[in-house]
C-alpha cells in the first residue's frame, strides 16, 4: 500500500485491515443499516434537544430531561396519528389513556404547573341584625 503524501505516520494496522477488506457485504448489511437508524436517531434528539433551550445549563440531568422531554413529544406525535386512524373502541381507549400518559410527562418535562382549581366558595354564613350590637 503506497502512502499518501499527506501522511506522515506508518499506517495502522486497522487502517489496512479496513482497506483490503469491503466495507459493506451481504453479510453485515443489516447490522449496519441498523447502526446507520440508531445513528441517525440519536443525532436527530441531540439536535431537537438542542434546539429546546440552548442557553440552559449542560449539566447531565438537565441533559437527560431534555432528551427524555424530546423523546416523550415524539411519541405523542405518534400516538396522535395511529389515534386518528383507529376505529376500535378498544384500543381507541388503550391509546387516549397512553396520550394522557404521555401528556402528563411532557407537562412535568417543560416544568409547567397544573392549571389552577376552582374550588367552590365557602357559604357564607347569614347573621342576624341582633348579632350587630353598637358599642
Known sequence: MERQWFDNRA???EFEAMANRPFITAANAAELALKSQEARKNNKLLAAADLLDPAAE???GEKHRKLRLVRVRLQQAKLDSLIEGETDAGK???LASAAMRLNEQERQLSNRSLPPTLKAP???SKRSPQ???PE
Do not use: N
Request: charged share 35%.
Open 122 to 124: 365557602a357559604p357564607r
Open 58 to 60: 449542560s449539566i447531565e
Open 11 to 13: 499506517p495502522s494496522v
Open 131 to 133: 348579632d350587630y350590637t
Open 92 to 94: 381507541l381507549d388503550r
